[in-house]
Each structure stands twice: as structure tokens, then as C-alpha cells.
């Protein structure tokens, strides 16, 4: 997909890039750590149907990060980055705001993809508001401070400058580079306790102070549930969005809706 040409330019690099950290929402729907990419292809085609159906009956769809398993970039010629740009462009021609927040696999999504997608970038974090409700959007990994070794990658990747200078390469070395991260993630993620993968509850509640709300939904930590605690003597929550893989077992998936209630549906199995 070289969404880059849609676009008409490259710059800014999606860390310049126009965020919107206010979202009025209506009626949506919440997914995120889709991980799309061409060795799952039931996940991908999970997506599809769940954008042809359920996510054009609410009014936004909002994807908080890690829509795809990596991104390299707008200009890099990718069918599954074409084919699910084409299917959330069918979402908003239907009628659906689209809302899109980096995640730590697809943080150089940039305005190229938004252009043939028609999504809209989401600050990392975003507050919401439906009604006279106000809650706090995030992706998470900006919250997982006990790891080290990862807040000091995130620092440097989000950075505009260096953006720039990977985005000058070429593709292949783009892709090279991020095979490269990857192999060494998951190695790391052996050896590492559990606790310094998730957040740091200090951190969301700091978060939340700050935003002068009770409730947050994120993703990015694949530790699907509710929290719910006390922040400032008043009752608070944190929801957690599953991750989606309908290519191994057990399979899993699912989205937040806000109708009849908070809550989480299932998709794992359809």
C-alpha cells in the first residue's frame, strides 16, 4: 500500500503529525491490538466482517493502537494495509466516525493511511466525552514505566527526528530493522516478569488525575478486565480491551460498546 502518494506528501512524519486530544463521541465501539498481518489471516478476515457489520451500527468505531502488527511506513506497498484501509474508508462512507491511535507496533501510521482510510489520528492520551460522561482513551504502553529497557525504546521511536531519519531509508531496510526489534522483544519478553509488562497502576491514576476523570480504556498489556479502585475517595475503573487472535488457540477477541452499559462482547470463534 503506498498510502504516502494518496496523501500528496510524506511530512510530517506521523510524530508531527495533526492529533486531535478531544473526542465527542456518540455511540461507539472500542477495539485494539488487532496485530493485522498476512500469518493470520483469519484474524484479518475476523476484521473484515466485524467492519462490514457490527462497527458501521455505532457511530465511531475507535481503534486504540496496534492495528497492525508493524508499520513501516505510508509509502511501503502493503495489501493488507490496503485492504483494511479500504474497509474502515466503507465504515466511514457508511455513516461511522473513524478514530485511530498509534500503538506501540504501528506508530508510523501517518496521514497517508488516514487519507485512504478516512480515519482521524487520536492523541495518545485522548479524553472522550459522551454525554455529560468523560472518560480517558490510551493505547497503555506509555503507562508500562517498570520497563525500563522499553520506555527508553518508546522514547526514541516516538521521537520526530529520528522518524525522519528512518523513514529515509529504504524499505527493505525499514523492514529489516523492525524484524530485528521484534526477534529481540520477544526474547526479552522471556526473561521479564510479568508485573513489568503490565502498567503501573501509580501511573494510570496519575493519568487520570490529570485529566479530571474516573474511568480510562486502554489496550496494548493483552490482559483483558475491569479494575475497578478508588482514585481520590470516588470510585474509578480501568478497562482493559482484549487483544485479537482467531488464528491460534484459544482463540480470542472483542470490542467495548457503551450501549445498555459497559461492557465486553466476544467475537473469539465467529
Known amino acids: 500500500m503506498n498510502t504516502a502518494a494518496a496523501a500528496g506528501a510524506a511530512e510530517p512524519v506521523p510524530a508531527l503529525a495533526a492529533h486531535t486530544d478531544r473526542a465527542e463521541l456518540r455511540d461507539p465501539v472500542f477495539i485494539s491490538d488487532l ?4 500469518a493470520q489471516p483469519r484474524t484479518l478476515a475476523a476484521f473484515l466482517q ?3 457489520t457490527l462497527a458501521i451500527t455505532h457511530r465511531e ?7 497492525f502488527e508493524f508499520w513501516v511506513g505510508d509509502d511501503a506497498d502493503d495489501p493488507i494495509g490496503a485492504t483494511v484501509a ?33 480515519a482521524t489520528l487520536l492523541a495518545d492520551p485522548t479524553v472522550a466525552q459522551r454525554g455529560a460522561e468523560k472518560f480517558l482513551l490510551a493505547h497503555g504502553d506509555a503507562w508500562c514505566t517498570r520497563d525500563l529497557a522499553y520506555m ?6 516516538r521521537d520526530a527526528s529520528f522518524q525522519r531519519q528512518f523513514l529515509a531509508r529504504s524499505v527493505a531496510e525499514r523492514r529489516a530493522f523492525i524484524g530485528q526489534v521484534r526477534a ?17 497502576p501509580t501511573e494510570v491514576d496519575a ?18 478486565a475491569t479494575h475497578r479502585f478508588v482514585l481520590d475517595g470516588k ?10 487472535d482467531l488464528d491460534h488457540a484459544p482463540a480470542r477477541g472483542g470490542y467495548l460498546t457503551l450501549r445498555d452499559g459497559w461492557r465486553v462482547q466476544t467475537i473469539a470463534g465467529e
Open 235 to 244: 470510585d474509578a475503573e480501568r478497562w482493559v480491551l482484549p487483544d485479537w
Open 61 to 67: 468505531l475507535v481503534i486504540l493502537g496496534d492495528l
Open 207 to 224: 493519568a487520570l488525575a490529570a485529566a479530571g476523570v474516573q474511568r480510562v480504556i486502554h489496550g496494548h498489556t493483552h490482559r483483558p
Open 152 to 157: 527508553a525504546f518508546r522514547k526514541q521511536v
Open 50 to 52: 466485524f467492519a462490514r
Open 184 to 200: 529481540t522483544s520477544e526474547a526479552g519478553k522471556q526473561v521479564k516478569a510479568m508485573a513489568i509488562m503490565d502498567v503501573t
Open 86 to 118: 479500504v474497509a474502515l474508508r466503507d465504515v466511514v462512507a457508511a455513516g461511522t466516525a473513524v478514530y485511530l491511535m498509534h500503538g506501540n507496533r504501528d506508530l508510523l501510521l501517518g496521514r497517508g493511511f488516514c487519507a485512504a482510510s478516512g
Open 35 to 38: 496485530h493485522l498481518n498476512d
